[in-house]
């Protein structure tokens, strides 16, 4: 029987979206070994250590997983791709509701400190000791739909084309599925005439506010939006200093971060 702080990190409704996603596991063709500890448990501590933002060593005994096997299982999962996969089936249940807002999307980036690593560089806003950077890009409402991660001393501009090109392709309520909202929204430090040439060649129409021309209370009327979805991402204590070496695995926190943001916006 699942503890009630198990039950809490992962209900069953999660799971269910989880489960058909994992990995099977195989047994070895020259038997023994050590019997597998179930994925449940598994992706409970993983959850665990995202949203307590503690040390692997520090799991809690009640979930019956090895701090080895569950940090291993986690890498094993994040190279497979489970995270995306699973921020993109919760979009899916979104929009099958008719949820994501696709009249808009909104584009931004925040810094935090790292430890050495991939994906680190110096940060020009903490007096260049070393940092990463989330880029995030939401829908219209300010449901996360891509995030990435970059060394702090890369410009934000330049994770805006990886983000739109990154929108997953999410079930539509009628018709085909959709990637592309109609405007993308970003603050000046997006305004370089490429990027609007890149939103155009799509159908996308820009809304990017210019360098001395434009202030920034037309975009703060929806910038709140974002900075609200990186106040949801900064509520799991794994993201808020990096400690992962690899950035991959850091990657994986976040992605799987914005997938359990995205579940716990969907309506009961």
């Not at 991939?118 to 996360?144: A, C, E, F, Q, Y």
Request: hydrophobic share 40%.
């Amino acid at each position: 029987m699942e503890s009630g702080l198990a039950l809490s990190l992962v209900p069953d409704e999660l799971w269910e979206l989880v489960e058909p996603l994992l990995p099977r596991f195989e047994t070895r063709r020259q038997g023994g070994g050590t019997a597998p500890v179930e994925d449940r448990a598994v992706f409970t501590a993983v959850v665990y250590v995202l949203t307590a933002g503690c040390a692997w060593r520090h799991l809690p005994g009640e979930f019956g997983v090895s701090v080895p096997t569950a940090n291993r299982r986690f890498q094993q999962w994040t190279r497979a791709g489970v995270w995306p996969r699973l921020h993109r089936a919760v979009l899916d249940a979104h929009d099958a509701a008719g949820d994501v807002d696709w009249s808009s999307a909104i584009v931004d980036a925040a810094s935090l400190r790292a430890k050495k690593g991939s994906l680190t560089g110096p940060n020009p806003v903490d007096r260049g000791k070393p940092g990463s950077k989330i880029h995030v890009l939401t829908d219209g409402g300010g449901l996360p739909l891509v995030v990435g991660v970059s060394a702090a001393n890369l410009h934000d501009s330049q994770g805006f084309v990886p983000l739109v090109t990154g929108i997953p392709a999410v079930r539509s309520r009628r018709g085909p599925r959709r990637r592309l909202p109609v405007k993308v929204r970003a603050d000046k430090g997006y305004d370089y005439p490429e990027l609007r040439r890149f939103l155009r060649d799509r159908g996308v129409v820009p809304r990017i506010a210019r360098r001395g021309i434009e202030d920034g209370e037309r975009l703060g009327r929806y910038r709140w939006k974002i900075e609200r979805t990186l106040a949801w991402l900064d509520g799991y204590r794994r993201l808020t200093v990096r400690y992962e070496r690899n950035g991959h695995n850091f990657l994986g926190f976040l992605s799987l971060a914005a997938a359990l943001t995205c579940w716990k916006k969907l309506p009961i």
